[in-house]
């Protein structure tokens, strides 16, 4: 059984997903090939040490994936399929994951499954057990090999593993043909002050809050909590709260020793960005939403009636 | 400049979801369907997109149900032209996936000849990693998902996509291209009840695919409600006393 990983980093760090996904390989005896897209021979060198565990690295390096570009990487990573030939690719449940591996699996007549959490070894091949429709039920899957995955970020703990990282390969495939062009890299805008990462306390509200004129009620359990408020992706897209203060996936990752919740149903991503805080309560009227099976604590009562009654509570508590 | 956006129906997951027997599938009798939240945002991007640039919009959907009402509040929303691609299935059978209408999608794309296509990026009922990459690889466009700013200048793209920790970049591509919208550029809008009325009675044109479903792992794949032992301990109660018992926890913990 060999596996092929897709290597993301960034700012000259391994992501942890690359050990996530090492760690889930082992666990069905894989031969583990990691491979890393990077601007230049220097770069994939200093990327390459990092990987220790694995059993083989190779790497593009050109200027053309010096930063993730979707088409030139998926033509990359098709090349390391066709001379390493793996049973099972994987790549994070990422926007590079979620771009590449759909493609691949079309373009090397693959199947492919997305939202992988578990992978065991069956007769015929791999038994996958994936998380569809928001994270509220889950699917288990015969994968015939070979085949291609996304893995859920959190399906094993990432820790490295110990041993010599191996030799860096460099890979020349011809990217030329790439109609795509990676043009400015926008960092995110710190300006406000707002860091949810070191905050102790967070009061997070979803898509039931419904628009901002109920925004006063939950600014003021978030003041009498002394919390930050934030908000899941709806909320941000919808321009109820600015982007500093989206937790999540594609916002910030946050470990408060408080995270309270109001009317989000506790999607896979938005648990990705969540759900290592040490305390979490979850409001949320249906008793079926995924976040109570992440949750410490759970209600579901009416996110309306209960906002303010607990601010109420802890105002007169606190005087 | 023409515009296809692909729209799909999505189970309203704050409903409570119940399989059928053996796990093939959601029970779908009374579960309510909706507009994929992410391809309402693709439809907003693409009526942004028309009256920004004067681009022509054709709405495709290829639902076996409901398929006509979708398409109709696509026109209600400001698209030019919808397509529905006939989506006969046994009764019984659960609607195809992602992955086994990609074909008949394809043909349709290559019937309206877009310039663009776009779709939402996720599905939540998709377990074959996303419309937009496989439907890119099958017409051999370049792609990009998780997008959430489009551009156009001439046949030259330019998208914002988003990544881990609030990075983005701005991302070119040549057209024909498609894209897995994430956010448009500002919340879809509202449309007024009349409006859909008076289009109750517009034909919807069909088109009959001579493609045939994709291959999927649909057989190979049961469904299940995950186990909830070991999950949250339910605060019971009415507000007020919920409320008393949060604060209780709190104090416990010396967080308040
Ligand atoms: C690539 C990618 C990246 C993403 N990144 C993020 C991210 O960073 N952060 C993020 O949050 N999401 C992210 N998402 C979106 C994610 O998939 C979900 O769509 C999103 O988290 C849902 O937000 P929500 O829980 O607020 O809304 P919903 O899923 O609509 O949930 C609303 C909840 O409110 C409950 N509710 C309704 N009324 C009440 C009431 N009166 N009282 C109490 N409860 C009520 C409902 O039962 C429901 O569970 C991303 C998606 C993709 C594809």
């Not at chain 2, 009526?47 to 076996?64: D, M, Q, S, W």
């Not at chain 2, 043909?107 to 000849?113: D, L, S």
């Not at chain 2, 776009?118 to 990693?129: K, R, V």
């Not at chain 2, 994709?214 to 409320?243: C, F, H, Q, R, Y």
């Amino acid at each position: 059984m060999r596996a092929l990983i897709f290597v993301e980093h960034s700012n000259g760090v391994v992501s942890e997903n690359a050990f996530e996904m090492l760690l889930l390989a082992k666990s069905i005896g894989a031969e583990c090939h990691g491979l890393i897209c990077t601007g230049d021979a220097g770069a994939a060198q200093a990327l390459g040490t990092q990987l220790t565990g694995f059993d083989a690295v190779s790497a593009v390096a050109d200027p053309t994936v010096g930063h993730y570009n979707p088409e030139a990487v998926l033509i990359a990573l098709k090349a390391a399929v066709e001379t390493q030939a793996p049973d099972v690719v994987m790549t994070s449940y990422s926007t590079a994951g979620v771009d590449l591996a759909a493609g691949l699996a079309v373009r090397s007549e693959r199947p492919m499954l997305g939202y992988v959490t578990d992978l065991e070894l069956n007769s015929g091949g791999l038994s996958a057990t994936s998380q569809v429709y928001g994270g509220k039920l889950t699917a288990k899957t015969d994968l015939p090999l070979p085949a291609v995955t996304t893995v859920m970020p959190g399906a094993r703990k990432a820790g490295s593993l110990s041993g010599a990282a191996p030799a860096v390969t460099m890979l020349k495939p011809d990217l030329s043909g790439a109609r795509t062009r990676v043009r400015e890299i926008i960092t995110p805008d710190n300006s406000s002050g707002v860091n949810l990462g070191n905050a102790d306390m967070i009061f997070c509200v979803g898509r039931a809050l419904g628009g901002t004129e109920k925004l006063p009620l939950a600014e003021a359990l978030a003041a009498a909590l002394k919390a930050e408020l934030a908000g899941s992706r709806p909320v941000i897209d919808a321009g109820w709260l600015p982007k500093i203060r989206q937790v999540g996936k594609s916002g910030t990752k946050v470990k408060p020793k408080l995270y309270l919740m109001a009317g989000v149903s506790g999607a896979p991503e938005h648990l990705e960005g969540m759900e290592s805080s040490e305390l979490i309560i979850a409001i949320n009227s249906d008793e079926q939403a995924p976040i109570f099976r992440k949750a410490h604590y759970g209600t579901a009562c009416d996110m309306f009636q209960l906002i303010p009654a607990l601010t109420e509570r802890l105002n007169s508590g606190n005087s | 400049m023409h515009i296809a956006v692909i729209l799909r129906l999505n189970p309203v997951l704050t409903d409570e979801l119940e399989l059928t027997e053996g796990g093939k599938d959601i029970d779908r009798e009374w579960i309510g369907f909706e507009l994929n939240p992410m391809d309402d945002q693709a439809l907003e991007q693409s009526v942004l997109l028309k009256e920004a640039h004067g681009a022509k919009v054709t709405a495709i959907a290829a639902e076996a149900e409901g398929g006509e009402r979708l398409l109709r509040t696509a026109l209600a929303r400001g698209v030019d032209d919808v397509l529905l691609i006939s989506n006969k299935k046994d009764d019984d059978a659960p609607p195809p996936s992602s992955r086994a209408r990609t074909p008949l999608l394809v043909e349709a794309i290559k019937q309206v000849k877009p310039d663009l296509v776009i779709t939402g990026i996720l599905s939540t009922d998709d377990l074959y990693g996303e419309l937009a990459p496989q439907l890119a690889a099958c017409l051999n466009w370049p792609q990009a998902s998780a997008v959430s700013d489009v551009r156009l200048d001439g046949m030259v793209l330019t998208v914002r996509q988003e990544y881990a920790g609030g990075m983005a970049a701005l991302i070119e591509m040549d057209l024909p291209a498609v894209i897995g919208l994430q956010t448009a550029a500002s919340p879809p809008r509202y449309v007024a009840g009349s409006k859909l009325r008076d289009l109750l009675n517009t034909k919807v044109p069909e088109m009959e695919a001579s493609a045939e479903f994709a291959e999927d792992l649909s057989e190979a794949t049961t469904l299940n409600l995950p186990d909830t032992s070991g999950g949250a301990e339910m605060i019971e109660g009415d507000a007020k006393s919920v409320a008393a018992r949060i604060h209780e926890i709190l104090m416990e913990r010396g967080l308040v």
